[in-house]
């Protein structure tokens, strides 16, 4: 394929200081845990389901440990050893905490050795079906192959789960490869997961356990159909992260947009609350083979383009190490980039080429994701087309992983059919017809591509040396990514961050970490 001539110098050097960057943020909250991953642990020990007021049963048993003052403990103890004490299941104590007839913080003590064996069992079943589903998706991708790459990726996200299974099967017989189901404004910020089949999400469908059921279940019988395996995709970002992650993982779904640094910039996440988060939704995809998909393409969508490129760069080393700290392979890490640049400044197609080029050569084992031009698009369909065409080519022309098919009517979230079948045909014609044409061209040494890729590198260079100095969250507060400034101690969900204590015990993290590392 197409090649640049990169120092390897500085990117080693860009990858040691990713990594010291984001070794000191894991360092600096390794004794947090958070509200959502306790919750997390209490739905992988079978606690599901909500009250009559629809408040979800992991939230209120969490919520009584955290209004005893307990939760520094972990939820773990007190569940084990309420489900000693009582002989009951996960779900029998929580339906016992909801009615008010238990106080899980306040029954006599088992012991601290027991109360942790009882809760590894409790969450070894969840975990099996977790690894279970691995096994099954690789049967499946033996079985149906997906042989031709970049990868096609939709969204269908209408707002009603059932009418989203109908317009993804739609989707995958048109050609679609991958389907995204983008969550329902605001979910991100919701501190809490909704329970069961929606039909009414605004802007995208609320991401439930039972909806992304629904959504692999016709996909699978959608996939026998056309003889490829359908990947299916939502989001574990916001206040609940993990606990969407595990539903995502034991619900088979494929890939996860997982990001903390998006989180940060453009929810107004507090930070500690979603790195913390990030790291333990990060194993959880790690040990089911999801992919995750990275966030920098907001970078380019929000800032300039053209001045943005070493942000996103720098960004996307730093969300690599944070990936590879949370056990992740290269084969997992989905780095996310865009075709933003404006499409009015002279040799655009240069530029764009040379920084999807460089981001591909850099993490040469990722699936990076690449997304289709938004930005500078008006009311012309025409040139919308082009726009579309050309981010086409450059895909396909630079080894793209997963290609986010742009189209007409995509801010409507459910694009009109025709112009869905229009851009998933033009995207499968330049995948078929540039299929090897970056085989057989060559980047001259003094090009403009070569010229805007070294600079972006030394740039970047340059920035993560400013971000060692100042720190990742010092960095974010001058407002060094995509010129929005955010506060460690500001944001939403900060409330839900606690210290461990020298008791605290999270089995589920530990069964990972045995499994991961």
């Given at each position: ?46 606690v ?9 049963f ?11 003052g307990k ?23 929580s339906?016992?905490v909801?009615?008010?007839?238990l106080?899980?913080?306040n ?80 979910q ?12 009414e ?17 016709a ?19 916001g ?6 992650a ?23 996440i ?45 960004s996307?080393?730093?969300?690599y ?6 056990g ?5 890490i ?29 993490f ?12 500078h698009?008006k ?9 579309d ?15 986010l ?6 801010a ?27 085989k ?12 805007r ?21 010092g ?22 961050v606690?210290?461990?204590s020298?008791s ?14």
């Amino acid at each position: 394929m197409l090649k640049l001539n990169l120092d390897e110098e500085k990117i080693t050097q860009c990858h040691q200081l990713a990594k010291n960057i984001t070794s000191k943020v894991n360092r600096d909250l390794l004794s947090y845990s958070t509200v959502s991953i306790e919750r997390t642990v209490a739905r992988f020990s079978g606690v599901n389901g909500v009250d009559e007021e629809g408040v979800p049963f992991p939230n209120i048993l969490v919520n009584q440990i955290v209004d005893k003052g307990k939760i520094s403990d972990g939820a773990a103890l007190y569940l084990g050893n309420a489900c000693i004490e009582l002989n009951a299941t996960p779900q029998e104590v929580s339906h016992m905490v909801a009615k008010g007839e238990l106080d899980v913080t306040n029954l006599p003590w088992h012991g601290a050795e027991a109360a942790q064996a009882k809760a590894r069992e409790l969450c070894q079943e969840s975990l099996d079906v977790i690894k279970t589903n691995r096994k099954k998706r690789e049967s499946l991708l033996r079985d149906m192959p997906v042989t031709e790459t970049p990868w096609l990726y939709v969204i269908c996200a209408t707002g009603n789960a059932l009418e989203d299974a109908v317009q993804a099967r739609m989707a995958a017989s048109q050609g679609a490869d991958v389907i995204a189901v983008i969550r329902s404004t605001g979910q991100s910020l919701l501190d809490y997961v909704p329970y069961g089949i929606t039909t009414e999400g605004f802007g995208g469908t609320y991401a439930t356990q039972e909806n992304f059921k629904l959504m692999r279940k016709a996909l699978d019988e959608e996939s026998e159909k056309l003889g490829r395996y359908i990947r299916l995709v939502n989001y574990c970002s916001g206040l609940c992260m993990p606990e969407i992650a595990y539903m995502g993982a034991v619900e088979r779904l494929d890939m996860m947009l997982n990001d903390a640094m998006y989180g940060i910039l453009f929810r107004d996440i507090n930070m500690e609350r979603t790195l913390v988060d990030q790291n333990f939704s990060r194993m959880i995809n790690a040990y089911a083979g999801i992919i995750i998909n990275t966030g920098e393409d907001n970078y380019l969508t929000t800032a300039d383009a053209f001045h943005a490129g070493p942000s996103v760069l720098a960004s996307q080393f730093m969300n690599y190490h944070f990936a590879k700290n949370a056990g992740l392979g290269d084969e997992l890490i989905g780095l996310g980039h865009a075709f933003e640049i404006d499409p009015f400044i002279e040799d655009s197609i240069s530029y764009e080429l040379a920084m999807a080029l460089l981001v591909r050569q850099i993490f040469p084992d990722c699936p990076i994701k690449y997304m289709p031009p938004t930005v500078h698009k008006k009311g012309d369909i025409f040139f919308s087309h082009v726009l579309d065409a050309s981010f086409n080519l450059v895909s396909t022309m630079t080894g793209q992983t997963i290609h986010l098919v742009g189209m007409l009517t995509e801010a409507i979230h459910t694009p009109l059919i025709q112009d869905r079948y229009l851009s998933i045909s033009a995207a499968r014609y330049a995948r078929s017809a540039a299929k090897n044409l970056g085989k057989n061209l060559e980047i001259a040494p003094d090009s403009l591509v070569q010229d805007r890729a070294s600079s972006i590198l030394d740039d970047t260079l340059k920035f993560l040396e400013y971000v060692d100095q100042k720190g990742l969250f010092g960095a974010i507060g001058e407002g060094a990514f995509a010129g929005i400034k955010r506060h460690r101690s500001g944001g939403r969900g900060r409330e839900g961050v606690f210290k461990r204590s020298p008791s605290y015990f999270n089995p589920v993290e530990d069964l990972l970490r045995q499994e991961l590392f």
